[in-house]
């Protein structure tokens, strides 16, 4: 019996149109909310770049009380996103909000830095915008995408302490500086392997250094507060 090969071909390539329309549609709703997810973002860091203004300084706690009012929605967009991603795909579709969640790593990670000047945990990052840290436990928050985080935090304290200065608080850049040096000396114990973290933390090193001269400076200025002595 002699087969139709043309319709065969035709009803292949009909399956691989509609496999291809089925996902740029599951594509585009998965960017509408990530659009969502951004815009909230947006909104957390606009917040929180007001510890940069003078009075700003004074206020951290209000600040940060205000930009943490917005986690709430913030775990809606990512429930909703974990929704919309097929079960063990999450890196399929990983480059989708990548970026958006590296944000939201440094946004949680500065507020627990305004509020402890310490270190958040990639636990505590998760546990703040709503995802898990296993595979096996849903949406989760990638160590990479946390570690940028990390690596942004460096930056803006690098900025925050020269507007500290202008402030006339002198006594946070020797904090600052302390904790980038203990930043950097854990980065330095791994091994980076992703290239775009490599050239942030390189980053990190020149943060750090900014820093340290603004430290000097205060220093032999003999700014520096008697309670660092």
């Known amino acids: 019996m002699i ?22 549609s599951l594509r585009e709703e998965i960017r509408s909310q ?16 007001s510890v940069h203004q003078q009075d700003g300084i004074q206020n951290i706690p209000a600040i940060c009380e205000k930009a943490k009012g917005l986690y709430p929605t913030i775990k809606e967009h990512y429930a ?17 909000w990548r970026f958006v969640t590296q944000r939201m790593a ?25 995802v898990a840290l296993n595979k096996e436990d849903g949406f989760i928050l990638d160590l990479e995408d946390y570690l940028a985080g990390l690596l ?5 304290l ?16 020797f904090r600052v500086a302390q904790f980038l040096s203990e930043l950097s000396a854990g980065f330095r114990l791994l091994n980076l392997k ?4 490599r050239k942030r933390f390189d980053g990190l090193k020149y943060d750090l250094k900014k820093v ?17 002595t």
């Not at 035709?10 to 291809?20: G, I, N, T, W």
């Not at 440094?106 to 998760?126: C, G, I, N």
């Not at 992703?194 to 973290?197: A, I, S, V």
């Open 3 to 24: 087969m139709d090969s043309s319709n065969n071909l035709s009803d292949v390539f009909l399956q691989y149109s509609a496999y291809m329309e089925d996902e740029q």
């Open 34 to 49: 990530v659009r969502e997810l951004e815009q909230t973002a947006r909104e957390m860091t606009t917040l929180l770049q």
């Open 80 to 96: 909703a996103l974990s929704k919309k991603v097929p079960k063990d795909q999450y890196y399929r579709f990983h480059d989708h």
């Open 106 to 130: 440094f946004v949680a990670a500065l507020l627990v830095y305004l509020e402890t000047e310490q270190l958040a945990t990639q636990q505590m990052v998760a546990d703040a915008i709503g």
């Open 152 to 156: 942004m935090l460096s930056s803006e």
């Open 158 to 173: 690098s900025r925050f302490v020269v507007n500290s200065v202008t402030a006339g608080d002198y006594l946070r850049p």
């Open 194 to 197: 992703n290239d775009n973290l």
């Open 212 to 228: 340290e001269e603004v430290v000097y400076d205060l220093s032999i200025r003999g700014l520096k507060p008697k309670q660092e």
